[in-house]
């Protein structure tokens, strides 16, 4: 049975998180998720998206060079059937619901823990 | 003292934060020490590392968590990291300071914005930081110690 190959974008200014995000995408629950490009801040995440076209992306907020709103804004543009998951360390109420409003499909707040990545990232498989 | 402007329950809320990191990422809590203010406002490089996240928009000054290099170590391997280069040493301690940054912004709201974290180490000047005496919350976490260092006080 072939499997089809579902492409994952991760967007991290810190490379811990994004080598976390990354091995736990591999979990077995998520079969068909592969990694196919990492950024570590907006600018270079928009430049992924237009080179891979990933169907998710994980993202974070607070990064250099462009800040995660703008970000998210663009990406909503560059890929409108993309879903993305918002991974952010800003626990207020305010920015959890303008992510939502700017597109995202999931806000996962930092810190999190192994469990509660895998099952944000099922719930936007799904 | 302008330092002293942050009340209890704001401190409390850095508490909290420092705790919520250990119990989450590492599943073992960490103690959370009474604060503490500091008498001298001059800059000061704790431990090995310090990550620092500078303050604007309602409120200005730092939020910095220092730590010493083994802890860190042992927080990369609790973590599944396999790098423990000195990048990995910094990208945590950073990572460390901007979600307790995070995590204070339930308490004092959106309006205090956090900037991309910067990294310090032993004996490097730290930026300048005006007048402001800064609360030290000290942590033991396992074996070792770690500081939390918040100036803080509402913006212009």
């Given at each position: 049975m072939s499997l089809v190959t579902r492409k994952l974008l991760i967007v991290d200014d810190s490379m811990i998180f994004r080598n976390r995000i990354a091995r736990l995408s591999a979990?077995?629950?998520?079969?068909?998720?592969?990694?196919v490009a990492t950024a570590e801040d907006g600018v270079e995440a928009i430049e992924q998206a237009r080179r891979h076209r990933p169907d998710f992306v994980t993202m974070d907020?607070?990064?250099?060079?462009?800040e995660g709103p703008a970000c998210l804004a663009v990406l909503r543009t560059v890929l409108p059937e993309a879903r993305i998951l918002v991974v952010s360390a800003l626990s207020d109420r305010a920015t959890a619901l303008k992510a939502m409003m700017e597109g995202a499909h999931g806000f996962l707040l930092k810190p999190f823990s192994d469990e509660q990545l895998i099952g944000s990232l099922e719930e936007l498989m799904a | 003292m302008k330092g002293a402007r942050l009340r209890a329950e704001d401190i409390r809320v850095f508490s909290d934060a420092a705790g919520a990191f250990f119990l989450q990422t590492t599943r073992r809590r960490a103690t959370v020490r009474t604060a503490y203010l500091l008498e001298s406002p001059d800059p000061v490089v704790w431990d090995d590392f310090q990550g620092l996240i500078e303050l604007a928009g309602r409120y200005r000054g730092s939020v910095g968590f220092s730590a010493p290099r083994n802890m860190l170590s042992h927080l990369l391997l609790m973590m599944g990291e396999r790098d423990y280069s000195e990048a990995s040493h910094r990208d945590i301690v950073g990572e460390i300071a901007n979600q307790m940054s995070g995590y204070a912004r339930r308490h004092?709201?959106?309006?205090?914005l956090i900037a991309p974290p910067k990294v310090l180490t032993r004996g490097q000047p730290a930026p300048r930081a005006d007048e402001m005496a800064p609360f030290a919350i000290p942590m033991n976490w396992e074996r070792y110690e770690a500081h939390l260092v918040v100036r803080m006080q509402p913006g212009a």
């Open positions: 979990d077995a629950r998520l079969a068909g998720l592969s990694v907020l607070t990064m250099p060079r462009m | 004092f709201g959106e309006g205090m």
